[in-house]
């Protein structure tokens, strides 16, 4: 049914532009209805009593009448949810109101009181804050481990360790994990394995390829790609997809047409933005690279998977195709008023949280929430969104802000 499977394997950006795409079931027209409703009509009582919900039987039901109510989904989030199981390899993908939403309602299908959960200690704060307020008020044991254990997570491992949840590379440090060996280990016990794949998108990593069980993205970011739109997505492989699904109808989380929509769309053009964000990325990530060498530069380490300096670097290149656009650097023993006036002093750059967006953004890095002792990062962390824009004028911006912050020392 998706377009672009119909003989054999083809490129990403033609998978990109053809999946979870059917015009000939809509008149013709190129894209998906966005379908607004809440309420269904069936021909007749005997249907309706057919495609009851408590049916177990899903895919009989649908083969009835495939849409029964909106929370159940539509042909518009269907479109997405199809687009994204060819990208990840899943047998299915549920959509959620935000990017926070896809991290928490897996760990809400799996874990229950009693369980024991192993997070990354890089891992997104909001992430890190679910655990801590809603998890462990369940009864829910939460444990932080350092993100570079590789197959030594299993040391972690108890009887009553349910849920291994990961982040690589992990959030503003960008520090990898070695997923495969991670995955292996909780694989050989039955833990469940989870990723918040976010910065690497289906495009340059896909973890059910190796072995992860959960793929969870914030499509706010990159497959969003204009910062309209919130919505999570979450990919289970054939395994894990009912658990998931259960869940996802038992919470009532789903997400919204329009916003699936919007996803859709910017899906289209992902691996096109993709390149010019990580080209531009690469290039600034290297000239500030090459900018700390010179005496007294105030650029400290530059935190980015792809730099041979990076110590995730190896497994980066082993594991992954491509590089997001987002990336830190250290202003070298720097204060809190050097990292402001950085910030302060640019004009392109905006001040803001999110990214994957067209824009170019920045943020000042806030690392006291991380309970495992780590790599000390030598002064003040700030984490680049390299958007869409000229590369010129962006390293201008850049150059502007270590100015301001160098005047500010
Ligand atoms: C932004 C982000 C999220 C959350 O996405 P929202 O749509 O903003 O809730 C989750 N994980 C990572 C790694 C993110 O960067």
Known sequence: MAGGEKSGKRGINTQLAHSGNDPHAYFGWVNPPVVHGSTVLFPDAATMKATQVRDPDAAARSRIQPYTYATYGSPTTDALCEAVNALEGSAGTILVPSGLAAVTVPLLAFLTAGDHVLIVDTVYYPTRRFADTILSRMGVEVEYFAPDLGADIATLFRDETRVLFMEAPGSNTFEMQDVPAMTAAAKAVGIVTMIDNTWATPLFFKPLDHGVDISIHAATKYPGGHSDVLM???????????????????????????????????????????????????????????????????????LYPPLESFPGHEIWKRDFSGAAGLFSFVIKDGTEAQAHAFLDALEIFGLGYSW?????????????????????????VVRLQIGLEDEADLKADIERGLAAAKAAG
């Open 356 to 380: 994957g967006g067209y824009e170019s953004l920045v943020t000042h890095v806030y690392l006291k929430d991380r309970t495992v002792p780590g790599r000390d990062y030598g002064g003040e």
């Open 232 to 302: 999570g997505m979450v990919s289970a492989n054939q395994e894990s997809w009912a658990t998931l699904y259960n869940t996802q109808v038992a919470l009532g989380t789903c997400g919204a047409p329009d916003d699936a929509y919007l996803v859709l769309r910017g899906l289209r053009t992902m691996g096109i933005r993709l390149e010019r964000h990580q080209t531009t990325a690469r290039a600034l990530a290297r000239w500030l690279e090459e900018a700390a060498k010179e005496p007294d530069s105030i650029v400290g380490d530059v």
